[in-house]
Every structure is written in C-alpha cells, then in structure tokens.
C-alpha cells in the first residue's frame, strides 16, 4: 500500500502569509496527486489534482508543484477563509486511493 | 447543479448493520464511478469502497473488506453501502462522493455529500 505522510500536521499563520504544506509518498506516484481543503463541519473540496492543476473556481494564490515522491501545496496572500486543514490524495494505485493525515492551518 | 444527500447513519450496537444510501441528481449518475469516504470524529479522510459505472468492479479498504457491501442502482441514481458486523472503530461520518477520470490529471474526487453520521456503541 502507497502511504502519505504530511508536515507539518498544524501550523499557525497570519492573513497575507505564504503558507507551504509538504505532502510525501511512499513510492513514485508520478503526478497522481490531489489536494482538498476541507473546513470543519464542511465536506472536502478539490483544489489542484494532477500535483499541479488548479480546479475552476479555486484562486490562484493556491498552487501546487512536485512530481514523484515530494509534492507541496502553496498559499501566497493568505486569507480568513483559508484557515482549514488540507489533505494529499493519491490516485495512482486507483482504483484504490490514499490521504495524508492532513494539515491544519490556524490563525495566528 | 450536482446533488448528493446520504441517508441511513444512526446509532449501532457492535456487531449491527446498517444500510447507507445516497442519491444524486445534477449529472448522469451511470456514467461515473462512485465512492464511499469515511471520517472519524477528530480524524482524517479514509477511501472506503468505490465501484465502476455498471457495478461490474467493486473495491474496498482492507478494514473493511468481507463486512461491508457497495451497490448501486443507475435506475434511482442511488449508491448504497450495506454496513454488517460494525465495530466501534467504523465510527465516523461516511460521505458519498464522484468520482473523475480525467486522461492526464488522473482520478479525483470533485462532488461530495454533506455526509451521514454512523456512530457504533453500546
């Protein structure tokens, strides 16, 4: 089974940071790699699939990059409705997939 | 707009069963795969089953496997997950959700439902 490890598990920013969140596979997953944000007592939305894709409708201060093992989730200008806690997903043993534990972000 | 609303979480003794079902509307239910999740109070999200368009291929989370059930009736553009033997560890919000497949981006999941809760205690 492909294992996803996070880091950091929680971090406390300030509106207008750069944020960075480091998702790790266990193995080469290419770019088979989603990123959700998930706010609480809201179910996930998909942010970027394919390490890098911003999906419609999600801004552009989010941006993700990696390929192989190493892949990071990016937030330039981060703002009040950002702070939540973002998975990594990976898709490349589908049709069975993975997260990480997850990241939360707080205000600081 | 694309709907989906699960229904059927409750309170289980161990050892019970439950019956999930979530319908969907919005989209052409029979031309997606689609997937059960599940998130335990305080936790992470977990991939629990999925099963293809025609209900042909149907795969599950070890933990689960040989207890739980994916079903899917295209007709009533309904999923089911038939829940037996449910340990207190099975304790969790459970949502439905689409699954895409996209030539380059590969597989992910871009509607979810709002969730139904399964609580397993005694």
């Known amino acids: 089974d492909i294992q996803m490890t996070q880091s950091p598990s929680s971090l406390s920013a300030s509106v207008g940071d750069r944020v960075t969140i480091t998702c790790r596979a266990s193995?080469?997953?290419?770019?088979?790699l989603n990123w959700y944000q998930q706010k609480p007592g809201k179910t996930p939305k998909l942010l970027i699939s394919?390490?890098?894709s911003l999906q419609n409708g999600v801004p552009s201060r989010f941006s993700g990059s990696g390929s192989g093992t190493d892949f990071t989730l990016s937030i330039s200008g981060l703002q009040p409705e950002d702070f939540a806690t973002y998975y990594c997903?990976?898709?490349?043993?589908?049709?069975?997939?993975?997260f990480g534990p997850g990241t939360r972000v707080d205000i600081k | 707009e694309v709907q989906l609303v699960e229904s059927g979480g409750g309170l289980v003794q161990p050892g019970g069963s439950l019956r999930l079902s979530c319908a969907a509307s919005?989209?052409?239910?029979?031309?997606?795969?689609m997937t059960w999740f599940r998130q335990a109070p305080g936790k992470g999200l977990e991939w629990v089953a999925n099963?293809?368009?025609?209900?042909?291929?149907?795969y599950y989370v070890d933990s689960v496997e040989g207890r739980f059930t994916i079903s899917r009736d295209n007709a009533k553009n309904s999923l089911f997950l038939q829940m037996n033997s449910l340990k207190a560890d099975d304790t969790a919000m459970y949502y439905c959700?689409?699954?895409?497949?996209?030539?380059?981006?590969?597989?992910?999941?871009?509607?979810w439902g709002q969730g139904t809760l399964v609580t397993v205690s005694s």
């Open positions: 959700a689409r699954e895409v497949n996209d030539f380059w981006s590969g597989r992910m999941f871009d509607y």
């Open positions: 919005g989209f052409s239910f029979s031309s997606y795969w």
């Open positions: 099963i293809k368009q025609d209900g042909s291929e149907k």
């Open positions: 193995q080469n997953i290419i770019n088979y």
């Open positions: 394919a390490a890098s």
């Open positions: 997903q990976q898709s490349y043993s589908s049709p069975r997939f993975t």
